[in-house]
């Protein structure tokens, strides 16, 4: 991983933790953005990372709520929605719908940011 | 290049928050749902039980000590503090259910749900729901005293909606994506008619109609008989009723319409009733009365039970609680204890209306047109035009069925009177029996009590017990109201009321016990007219025959007696089917069934198979002796299992035993042989894929969520025994939805379980806690706490605090 990389990972993952606290889902698509449009990504790695970190800031969240509780909600919303009964699938659906939005919005600040420095 | 890029990612961008923030048909709206920060996670927790809450508006500080059940024990320093504790703390725990409810009897589930919910909600604004609740809330208003409590009540719920925000929201909020709106007095009343469409909502006018024209009155009779050979009512059959010094209604000369009715609306589910009986000092092992109460309802989640007690210095009530009600509905309080059953009894009677012309803006009466009124309904549907119902009333009540509604004549149409519509002061009775001290309290308390009519029983630390079959009756003449009437002859309305005074009750009586199992309340010598309307003809017998077995009762003779799983119908038939039936032509498959069933002891017990054949069979056999009344053109229905059983048994040749679509001539033996055949291949294949036909498996109790029986959110399967008509009556869907036992010792002792938990959220422990040890017919001992100052088994506390 290089640098920047590393740098935007971070960075969006500290940008989705504040916002998180007073913005409605979405502030993780805002990260993304944000991130992007400062520390710039290179191809697959520009929607990757930003990707990663909210994959990680999301199903370690839901993780650390769910199994202070038994996992008694997600076997319960595992089958609603339906993931065959399993909390960790769950959590996993979690982290991918979070990463991927957080990808898409990171995309669009990446291009954004690098017309923007020209 | 780089702005077409430009534009593809922020086009893309927006896209998916579209995609991840809207509800998608069942699918909620995905990325706001799994947000670990503010979605459905954020409900993974069990409920915050202590602390200080400031609450506007209080009094003085008010304590909640919570049990190891989740019980709420409040202590407040007067009533109007009390009720607004009681719609905090219930909305704490119940309130996407309280608000469901309510939108339910409103018919406003199309708010939340969209169309599919548009019939049910049609049907509910056509019954009238709002426009009786408007008349109760009407009523209500002459008492300010009651409306201070139902607005204290309101308040209190509403304090607790102003601390959600987004993410504390219960979870079928985040489901179905929308918003808690403020609670409401009015929302109390409707939960009020929610009661009462679903306990006293039901009649059977337009279909007995139907079959009275196609069959004649000696056919119809025969089939629906007023009484039946049996009757052991509520009341003691010895009782003296010369006190009654008022007069039936004299039956006017006159006609009944003859229409032909194709369709009717939903009627309440028939597996809704309930058991209650106390014994007397003296029929009592420790010298203490002891009282008992089972309200079958629907078993759903969360229930439409939640225990508290709730007390002020002047009075110290638990029990049962209805979210949205306020009180304890079925409980006990330091001097006495309360039960109710349904009285069920024809207070819904449908009228012909003609109009004079298809504006429809006056309708015969007597020799004049009166005129109409117009109540526009206007039904919201999610993600789809408002949808506009205008419902006619005429001085009966709703013309529910018109061109518009499952009728096709522009000049006519049916109306409902109904009791519910007569617009009634019924929460201040439960108010007065929270606060009861002795049997005087108890009748005072009952007395403008209207809808829906219930027997309650009654024990208290004096040694007294009664039951009064209270409600608001109208004193018909015989016959009326069993059919269709005449909407434009004033002879046909109903003429006046009982007196309150003249419904029926006992008190102490000689047997020492009194019970109730939605049974006639009474036999042919009570002077009004009382005919069967649906009354239970098994459970009473059975729970009767118990009482006069032996001398004294105990505690665990109550429990044994609502886990009895004896089926007194199935021994009233399968011996007769067993002696008549010609088994020469059964298989071995076949025969190996009919030992099994031979073998049945008539207690439907989860591990028996003869519980599941003697279903299969009976389910076989009921349509085909009833096939006369299976029709597509006009709304019929079948007679009830008592009276079929009699005339299998006693008119066995009967032509109603025919089958019409086969060419023999079919009598009652042969349809057991025909039903039975029928029952072994369902049996079989259901065998072949769920494995042996055991009760509990093949009976699959299951306690389903509120909200279209979410499997997610339900309960299946579970282990318990007994079936509709049986004391323990737990069918598929329906049953003791609370079970409490209380000894009225100084101060009573008491037991009490129902199929769910207090907590209503699915992430909490407290969700389902009890199902278990209910379904295994265990109880919970209800922690009755003294005073404010006793933390006697508590696990938490929690302090509403006046705020400035």
Redesign the interface.
Known sequence: MSKTNSINFVVTIIIAAILSQFLPWWSVMVAGFVSALFFNLKRAATFFVPFLAIFCFWSIYAFIMSSANDFTLAKKIAVLLPLGGNPYVLILVTGLIGGFAAGIAAIFGNILGSLVRK | M??I??II??V??IV??YA??TKLGAIPP???F?????????????EVLDGNVNIQGLSASVTIHYDEQLIPHIFAENEVDLYKAQGYITAKHRLWQMEFQTHAAAGRLSEIVGSDALSYDRTARRRGMGFGADKSLEKMQEDPEVIAFLEAYRDGVNSYIETLD?KNLP?EYK?LDYKPEPWTTKKTALLLMYMTKMLAGGDDDLEYTNMLRKFGKDRFDLLFPDFYDITDPIIPKETDWSYIDVDITKTPQSELPQDTISQTIEKPHPDNGSNNWAVSGAKSVTGNPILANDPHLGLNIPSIWFVMQLSTPNHNTMGATLPGALGVISGFNTHVSWGETNATRDVLDWYKIKFKDSTRTQYKYGNDWKNTNVRVEEIKVRGAKTFIDSVIYTHHGPVTYDHNFMGDNEKSGYAMKWIGHTGGNNQRPFLALNKAKNYEDYVTALKDYTAPAQNFVFASTDGDIAIWIQGLFPNKWKGQGKFLLDGSNPDHDWQSFIPQAFNAHTKNPERGFVSSANQHPVDEQYPFYVFNDGYETYRNRVINDFFNSKDTFSVNDFKNLHNNNYNLKAAELLPYMFKTMDVSSLTSEEKEIYNQVKLWDFNNDIEKLGPSIWRAWWYKLYPMIWDEFDSETEAMTSPFAYQSIYLLTNQPNDPFMDIMETPNKENAHDLFLLAFKEAAKELLDWKATHGEYHWQAYKATRVSHLLQG????SRFDLPIGGDASIVNATSETHGPSWRMIVEMSSPPKALGIYPGGQSG?????Y?DNFVDDWAIGKYHELNFLPNATSTNHIMATQMLTPSN
């Not at chain 2, 799994?34 to 069990?46: D, F, H, I, M, R």
């Not at chain 2, 979410?710 to 959110?713: G, I, R, S």
């Not at chain 2, 959220?761 to 422990?765: A, D, I, K, L, V």
């Open positions: 780089k702005y890029k430009l990612s922020f893309l961008t998916v928050f991840l923030n995905i990325g706001k799994l947000n670990p920060a503010g979605g459905v996670w954020q409900n993974e927790t069990n987004a979870v489901l979410l499997p997610a959110f959220n699915p992430g909490s422990m969700y």
